[in-house]
């Protein structure tokens, strides 16, 4: 069994975000990029999978520019036996990543696609879902636990009612939650391995799909300063001021 996991280059979680002074974007110039944290849920899986023996082969794909090398190092440095960057200067949307994965899922032929249940600089959290129904595999979004017996895949998954048990075969695609597992640290005897494994720059123009954005970002602006809070004496005090300074109740 081979699994393919799809990896995004992002910001930093701990970085303060600034948004550029043009309002066009937000500031990735000089500021730390690191992986994606659910998509580290999703190197972990895969390559606990492999540990386990239930899977050959693990395989990194990012679709970003020369930079984003770095993210498949890491995903090597954790245990990704080898590496695809799908070079583009173009920061895509997810409709766009879905069809690019899919050209390269055409090309691999994986059993299982793992992402992350979403990229914490868009927040789209779409493109597992376009991707499944542009393969038509079946997909489990979120997933908090997996076990693979029979090659048939059993998923649980947090929904507001609790925790949802599903079953559904290979090949598939799974977004991964972060409760899914807790991803290791990368050793630094690993981080040098990691360096001689393969990676294989694709030119995305060569996979003959079209990436034009149909969205258009107007603008980004920062969320209004919160303005700083007062202690109230009492419940009495904290009822009265809700109900007639801040008029919420
Ligand atoms: P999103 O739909 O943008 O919230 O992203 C969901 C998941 O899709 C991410 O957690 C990644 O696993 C994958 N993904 C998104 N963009 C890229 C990219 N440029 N390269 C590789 N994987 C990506």
Not at 179 to 195: D, E, G, V, W, Y
């Amino acid at each position: 069994m081979k699994v393919l996991v799809a990896v995004k280059r992002v910001v930093d979680y701990k970085v303060q975000i600034r948004v550029k002074s043009d309002n066009s974007g937000v500031e990735t110039q000089n500021v730390k990029m690191s992986v994606n944290p659910p998509d580290e849920n999703a190197i972990e899986e895969a390559v606990k999978l492999k540990e386990q023996g239930l899977v050959n082969e693990t395989v990194a794909v990012t679709i970003g520019d020369d930079k984003s090398q770095d993210v498949l190092r890491t995903s090597m440095a954790m245990g990704i036996d080898r590496s695809i960057l799908v070079k583009t200067s173009i920061s895509l949307e997810p409709l766009a990543v879905a069809k690019t994965l899919a050209k390269i899922i055409e090309k691999e032929n994986p059993d299982l696609v793992l992402l992350g249940k979403q990229a914490i600089d868009d927040d789209s959290n779409q493109t597992g879902q376009i991707l499944s129904a542009l393969l038509n595999w079946p997909q489990g979004c979120f997933i908090s636990e997996l076990k693979i017996e029979d090659k048939k895949l059993f998923i649980s998954r947090e929904i507001d009612e609790g925790i949802e048990k599903l079953e559904t075969s290979i090949p598939a695609v799974l977004t991964c939650d972060l409760r899914l597992n807790t991803p290791r640290f990368a050793s630094l005897p690993n981080i040098m391995k990691a360096k001689k494994k393969p990676l294989d720059v694709i030119e995305i123009d060569t996979l003959g799909i079209d990436i034009e954005s149909k969205i258009k970002v107007l603008n980004v602006v920062e969320p209004p300063k919160r303005e700083a809070g007062i202690m109230v004496n009492d419940v009495k005090e904290l009822v009265q001021k809700l109900k007639y300074e801040a008029k919420v109740i």
